[in-house]
Nanobody, 114 residues
Framework: QVQLVQSGGGSVQAGGSLRLSCAAP????????MSWYRQAPGKQRELVAT???????NYADFVKGRFTISRDNAKKAVYLQMNSLKPEDTAVYYC????????WGRGTQVTVSS
């Protein structure tokens, strides 16, 4: 059974940093690209960052230069380091992987106060 187990997040003031983690113990982790999405209240879920199997990263324009996605294949985990956080980064963040079907983490709240 595929489970994406998220941790991290919380509340921080603008300019601060947070780190999100997502573990995927039930899959052959190294074979799959991993992504982070977010959903703010009243808005659609949006892609934040993706890391390929080779470790190449792609970012949404609104986080470029501030967020870093990384992966540890030995730990079967993906991370999102978020720096220089802004109030508009406030959202629930989700880990995502696409196998034959889509799998989502349960989400973790990130709140950035001004």
């Amino acid at each position: 059974q595929v489970q994406l187990v998220q941790s991290g997040g919380g509340s921080v003031q603008a300019g601060g940093s947070l780190r999100l983690s997502c573990a995927a113990p039930g899959i052959t982790f190294s074979l799959y690209a991993m992504s982070w999405y977010r959903q703010a209240p009243g808005k659609q879920r949006e892609l934040v960052a993706t890391i390929t199997t080779s470790g190449s990263a792609n970012y949404a324009d609104f986080v470029k230069g501030r967020f870093t996605i990384s992966r540890d294949n030995a730990k079967k985990a993906v991370y999102l380091q978020m720096n220089s956080l802004k109030p508009e980064d406030t959202a629930v963040y989700y880990c995502f992987v696409k196998l034959r079907v889509d799998y989502w983490g349960r989400g973790t709240q990130v709140t950035v106060s001004s």
